[in-house]
């Protein structure tokens, strides 16, 4: 056996809870604990030793939020309706996709119409957002 391994070995209890995947909140706020402190000491240091140990905690963070809070699934439409709600917006305030009939088709809850490419790009540009949260 190893020198590095026996070390591993010696100090394996208390480094698990920390390299492990949480189960429980408090696992996870100790996590997040770890990784602010770690953080502070890679700082900007790509090569810094202890940036491959940030990087499989920042995995277990995202792995454990992933299963915990899943992002919801929305479609095109229902993120349109959103921002036509937060804005006060009606069918017909919306030119960048065309008429009131058009708005009215892509909104259809039964079978709307694809919005098009140049539909995405001028939403995302109105509403300030990435043009990837009008792709579904």
């Known amino acids: 056996m190893t ?3 026996q070390r591993v070995m010696d100090e394996w209890q208390d480094l698990a809870p920390v390299l492990s995947l949480p189960k429980t909140e408090t696992e996870y706020e ?3 604990e770890a990784v602010d402190s770690l953080m502070q000491l890679v700082a900007d240091e790509p090569e810094h030793p202890l940036q491959s140990l940030l990087d499989v905690l920042v995995r ?3 792995e454990y939020e992933e299963a915990r809070y899943p992002t919801p699934v929305v479609s095109p439409e229902e993120v349109l309706r ?3 709600q937060q804005h006060n917006l009606k069918q017909s305030d919306l030119p960048e996709i065309g008429s009131q009939g058009v ?3 892509i909104l259809n809850p039964e079978k709307p ?3 098009t490419l140049g539909h995405i790009n001028e939403l995302s540009e109105r509403f300030g ?3 990837a949260a009008f792709v579904s």
């Open 3 to 5: 020198m590095a391994l």
């Open 30 to 32: 100790q996590l997040l």
């Open 60 to 62: 277990n963070i995202e």
């Open 82 to 84: 959103f921002f036509m």
């Open 103 to 105: 708005v009215s088709e």
């Open 113 to 115: 119409r694809k919005l």
């Open 129 to 131: 957002v990435s043009p």
